[in-house]
């Protein structure tokens, strides 16, 4: 799998355009989100990306997840059903298309220029590249879901 940069406008639309594909009665292939919540919880490392979503870390967690980085990165995609932050997790109903608005947006503003200079809370000091090849993986991995 090749892992694309997100800052690319090109990459921006593909991802946009694989958005638009899903509709309220898009079924998940694995995990428990439906669509909506699936949308939601996008946004939310979009947030971390760009400072507005706040992760607490710990020593345990930014020790497991610097030994984990590399898979964040390698060109194999995320496995089904991998552990999620709890601020991440979705269980009440969304509505389908204000998050897809929501996500679409957030996408959309997603640049360079937009970036915390904060180190991420699991994975330490990130490049704009990584930012970009890693918030590009988790999308990929949600639309996968989705079968978009």
């Not at 932050?85 to 897809?100: G, N, P, Q």
Request: with cysteine; proline share 5%; charged share 25%.
């Amino acid at each position: 799998m090749e892992i694309k940069d997100l800052f690319d406008p090109n990459v921006k639309q593909e991802i946009i355009d694989r958005i638009n594909k899903l509709t309220p009665a898009s079924q998940r292939l694995w995990g428990k989100m439906d669509v909506g919540q699936m949308l939601a919880h996008c946004q939310m490392p979009l947030g971390v990306a760009v400072g507005t979503h706040k992760l607490k870390g710990n020593f345990f967690i930014q020790i497991i997840g610097r030994l984990i980085k590399k898979k964040l990165f390698n060109n194999q995609p995320f496995k089904p059903n991998l552990p999620t932050d709890k601020s991440f997790r979705m269980t009440t109903t969304k509505d389908f298309e204000k998050e897809k608005k929501g996500l679409i947006q957030m996408i959309g503003d997603f640049s360079e220029n937009t970036l915390s200079n904060e180190p991420h809370p699991f994975f330490g000091k990130m490049t704009k590249a990584e930012w970009s090849r890693g918030t590009w993986k988790h999308l990929d991995h949600h639309l996968r879901q989705f079968g978009a």
